[in-house]
């Protein structure tokens, strides 16, 4: 049985990882903080949780989470997990981190895009956390740096086309729509209901979402050169989920039935993604509540290009469920393990 602690888990993405984590059978939640509900239990800020996990929560100690637990997986801001996670290290334990500070592998690309970062060292300790890509890496690591949910859906969606050189690398234009969990729980004027309902916008418009560089990083190891994409991510008015629409140019001459025989044998035997069937087209209502990626490629008929389309569960594939998918592969246990339940619909 693992000990397990969630550092920062009055937040969406640890509410879903205590969701998961409380029906895994290998897992004991010992440990949960909270800098601003120290003291409180948890089922009082989710009150869907009483009766099932009433643990107080606690203020982030280093060393006092430490001694309860094997695994930490830490739910922070980013800086703020960088913070702590050299301490977690040092004291032996596997950290799965859901912050952006171990994702880029540059410190001077984290740097122009978040601030100079605290401890770079441990930058090259970090595994890049998506097990369809990196599970051979992932397995024993120390430090998992989870992916972020925009740059799950498209590096899904674009490493089968990538990996075999099929698209024009520096092509590669992204829409994507989130839900306004995705924004995090701190209120925030942009995600007030009034704001948010009955309306969609686009937002970071122009390359400056903190996400792009991680989704060039990833891409550009997938294509054996280094790419820029346009990304342009978009506000849905709903609580969860993910759906990014991917647009770029063939190399060579295909169809839809040919890219989706390529994207069944690329996936094949992978748990969590599902490539679907001509004619038909991947849903947020579909993986709902879900580890899923759901993928469809196809072609457009009259301008010749790749269409991709994605979905995912921001708080699911896209961080949370990710997370324990990652623990499990780091521990050694089956990679399902916890996340088999199905999507939530209606």
């Known amino acids: 049985m693992l000990n397990v602690a969630i550092v920062g888990a009055s937040g969406y993405t640890g509410l879903e990882l205590i969701r998961i984590l409380y029906r895994h059978p290998e897992v004991a939640v010992t440990c949960l903080t909270s800098e601003q509900s120290a003291g409180k239990r948890i089922s009082e800020i989710f009150p869907t949780l009483r009766g099932r996990c009433d643990l107080v929560l606690e203020n982030l100690e280093p060393v006092r989470v430490a001694e309860k637990a094997d695994v930490i997986f830490t739910a922070l801001p980013h800086k703020a997990a960088m913070e702590v996670v050299p301490t977690f290290l040092k004291l032996g334990k596997q950290v799965i981190d859901l912050s952006a500070d171990y994702r880029l592998s540059d410190p001077q690309t984290y740097g122009a895009w978040y601030e100079p970062h605290l401890n770079p060292a441990n930058l090259k300790k970090a595994v890049y956390g998506l097990p369809e890509i990196r599970r051979s890496k992932i397995k024993g690591a120390k430090l998992v740096a989870n992916p972020g949910c925009y740059p799950t859906s498209i590096i899904l969606g674009l490493a089968p086309l990538l990996k075999q050189g099929l698209i024009n690398p520096h092509s ?139 979905a995912i569960d921001n708080l699911g594939k896209g961080a949370s469920g990710q997370a324990v998918q990652n623990m499990n592969i780091v521990c050694g246990l089956p990679e399902t393990m916890g996340l088999e339940g199905l999507a939530l619909f209606p």
Do not use: W
């Open 172 to 310: 590669i234009i992204a829409d994507s729509a989130s839900g306004v969990t995705g924004a995090g729980r701190a209120a925030k004027v942009d995600s007030l209901f009034c704001e948010v309902n009955e309306g969609y916008k686009a937002y970071g418009v122009g390359g400056v979402h903190r996400h792009t560089p991680e989704i060039e990083q990833e891409l550009s190891l997938l294509a054996g050169e280094k790419l820029m994409v346009t990304f342009t991510p978009h506000l849905l008015p709903m609580d969860r989920g993910i759906l990014s629409t991917i647009y770029a140019a063939p190399s060579k001459e295909t169809t839809t039935e040919a890219l989706i025989k390529l994207y069944d044998k690329f996936y094949s035997g992978e748990p969590f993604v599902r490539v679907l069937p001509q004619g038909s087209l991947p849903s947020t209502s579909f993986v709902r509540g879900s580890n899923f990626c759901d993928i469809s490629p196809l072609i457009d008929s009259r301008t010749g290009r790749i269409i991709i389309v994605s």
